[in-house]
């Protein structure tokens, strides 16, 4: 089996940029079949196998899809060999320094900055919804004090459809965001009250959305909780870094949930359930056990490194490669930056970050890492800096959660109103037994 570009004439197609395009080949035993290239706004080419099986019986097997594109999308684009980010062509990098997270919100779902109006109407709607209906206080009682935060907020937010039950519509959709964003913040809040066994804090019309966030975790019925600037504001920073990131497990995981038209709530549940494992966002949790594992029982960060090469050894670098970087996570570049500003305002220990430094000096510069092309990812310096801002560490992957939120809610958006939605459905290459005739209890042994 073969498949080749060829020059001679093709179908020419791309998300909004064109060309003439040449198709390829595609060739197994005496098939042939000519399939169209499809070339998208930064060049990067696909060659669109829709007809591959109708046409020959083949299928295309691709585990973790590395080589599978499952739509156009307009939302987010990577270089991972050049280590570029933007979302919605703005790099990632100019709107970590001058932008707020909502501000980015709005951009992801609605596709423009917004303007001053605009984001001053979308602020005050977001600040009047973040209450949760006080019949959430039974469903949390329902649930185990120790329940891990993760799990906690997906349940919750997959409960907020039994609330709002309007039917999933242009008109209604909008205010449904504006709920969501709202009300995360609060959920994620109420996880971590739940846990530690505190009265939950109402939110404040008064603070932005960090602010008040860090004012729910906070503060408690006794004591008010003082917003420390400094921290509200890496706060935002993070919550920027993680806002999107095309099509990784969990954005993939809201799509194809959205694509059997299950309304949002049920696909945003899903998708906090695929952030949580530690391949994903559950990493930033596993980078700092692991920073303090180092600390506590290692002895050295070069011990450690051993270990993580080893493949009869169950330790990874966690924080570090990605399926998509090969070259250094440009999210990794600005949270390095951050982690050493935001330790030395707020004069907290660096340990941890001193054993990370450590850490990836030594990879850096070890042929393992080197050729496998495995760099910081963005989970590498977040912890570190949750971790200084006195975030506890089973929320650090709710905080993912909560900046992954726009992210999910504009592919969402976009998988329904692309004029080729269809209910996500892959196939598969079977391995199981052949047919074979029912063998009967008595007759099993
Ligand atoms: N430590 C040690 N070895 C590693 C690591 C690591 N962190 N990551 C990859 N490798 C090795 C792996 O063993 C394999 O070696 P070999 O070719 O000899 O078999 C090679 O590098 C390729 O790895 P892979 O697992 O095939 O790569 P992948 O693209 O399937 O996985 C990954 C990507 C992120 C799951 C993986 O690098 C990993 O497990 N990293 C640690 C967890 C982590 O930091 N995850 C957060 C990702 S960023 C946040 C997000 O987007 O969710």
């Given amino acids: 089996m073969a498949t080749q570009t060829t020059g001679a004439s093709g179908t020419s197609e791309a998300g909004g940029q064109t060309g003439a395009l040449p198709s390829a080949e595609f060739?197994?035993?005496?098939q042939r079949l000519a399939l169209p290239v499809v070339r998208g706004a930064e060049d990067e080419v696909a060659v669109d196998i829709q007809k591959l099986r109708a046409a020959t019986g083949v299928i295309t097997l691709d585990p973790g899809y590395g080589n599978t594109g499952a739509c156009r999308s307009a939302i987010t684009f990577i270089d991972g060999e050049k280590g570029i980010l933007r979302y919605r062509g703005y790099p990632i990098e100019e709107l970590?320094?001058?932008s707020t997270f909502l501000e980015v919100a709005w951009l992801l779902v609605n596709g423009e900055l917004p303007t001053r109006a605009?984001?001053?109407?979308f602020s005050m709607e977001v600040t009047r919804h973040t209450m949760l209906h006080e019949d959430f206080r039974r469903f949390f009682d329902a649930l185990?004090?120790?329940a891990h935060p993760m799990p906690v907020a997906a349940a919750t937010v997959g409960a907020l459809a039994t609330f709002y039950q309007d039917p999933e519509t242009s008109e209604s959709l909008p205010k449904t965001i504006v709920r969501l964003l709202a009300k995360m913040p609060t959920i994620a809040a109420c996880s971590f009250k739940h846990s530690i066994g505190q009265p939950f804090i109402y939110?404040?019309?008064d603070l932005d959305y960090c602010a008040n966030f860090l004012h729910m975790m906070f503060a408690t019925p006794c004591e008010e909780y003082e917003v420390d600037p400094v921290v509200s504001k890496a706060l935002d920073l993070l919550l920027i870094l993680h806002a999107d990131h095309e099509q990784n497990c969990s954005t993939s995981t809201v799509r194809l949930v959205g694509s059997s038209q299950a309304n949002l709530f049920a696909a945003i549940s899903a998708?906090?359930?695929?952030?949580?494992g530690p391949l994903h966002g559950g990493a930033n949790q596993a980078v700092i056990e692991m920073l303090e594992h180092i600390d506590r029982e290692e002895g050295s960060a070069d011990k450690f490194i051993t270990r993580a090469k080893d493949k009869n050894d169950t330790a990874r670098l966690m924080g570090f490669g990605h399926r998509i970087y090969k070259n250094y996570d440009p999210r990794a570049a600005v949270l390095k930056r951050t982690c050493t500003q935001v330790i030395n305002k707020l004069g907290t220990s660096s340990r941890l970050l001193e054993i990370a430094m450590r850490l990836e000096e030594i990879a850096l510069s070890d042929e393992y890492f080197v050729?496998?092309?495995l760099y910081p990812n963005v989970d590498f310096y977040s912890g570190v800096i949750y971790k200084a801002l006195g975030i506890p560490t089973n929320m650090f992957t709710v905080m993912f959660a909560m900046g992954r939120l726009p992210g999910w809610i504009a592919h969402f958006l976009e998988m329904r109103r692309d004029p080729d939605f269809r209910i996500g459905r892959p196939r598969q290459v079977y391995t199981g037994a052949k047919k074979r005739a029912y063998v009967g209890i008595d007759?099993?042994?």
């Fill in 371 to 373: 050729s496998r092309k």
């Fill in 271 to 276: 998708g906090i359930g695929a952030l949580w």
């Fill in 144 to 146: 185990p004090k120790d």
């Fill in 443 to 445: 007759r099993r042994g």
């Fill in 118 to 121: 605009e984001l001053s109407t």
């Fill in 96 to 98: 970590a320094e001058h």
């Fill in 203 to 205: 939110p404040r019309n």
């Fill in 27 to 30: 060739a197994y035993g005496d």
